[in-house]
Nanobody, 123 residues
Framework: QVQLVESGGGLVQAGGSLRLSCAAS????????MGWFRQAPGKERDFVAA????????DYAESVRGRFTISRDHAENTLYLQMNSLKPEDTAVYYC????????????????WGQGTQVTVSS
């Protein structure tokens, strides 16, 4: 089993920055893809970013490309999402996820999920 625990959410003004962290219980994710998703009230869960754990290849949603950066720390078994130039429309619950299946933007292909952390961006 894999346990994922997010942290780092909070309230920030538009234009500000936050860094989300996701601590993973599994020792190695060499064959895993890790990702961040977000869900605003009344909306579907949307893809934000993904990274191949082994080689660091990344993918981003167009809405966050150039503002958000996904990264991982092998030694700490931790996934990060650096969010800059935040906008009110970035407000959502952010989820960390892991997939043992594919490098994909599809939430259905991620088989492990964290509990989520709230990010609120005020205008």
């Amino acid at each position: 089993q894999v346990q994922l625990v997010e942290s780092g959410g909070g309230l920030v003004q538009a234009g500000g920055s936050l860094r989300l962290s996701c601590a993973a219980s599994k020792r190695t994710f060499s064959t895993f893809v890790m990702g961040w998703f977000r869900q605003a009230p009344g909306k579907e869960r949307d893809f934000v970013a993904a990274i191949k754990w082994m080689n660091g290849i990344t993918d981003y949603a167009e809405s966050v490309r150039g503002r958000f950066t996904i990264s991982r720390d092998h030694a700490e078994n931790t996934l990060y999402l650096q969010m800059n130039s935040l906008k009110p429309e970035d407000t959502a619950v952010y989820y960390c996820a892991a997939s043992s299946y594919a490098f994909t933007q599809r939430a259905s292909q991620y088989n492990y999920w964290g509990q989520g952390t709230q990010v609120t961006v005020s205008s």
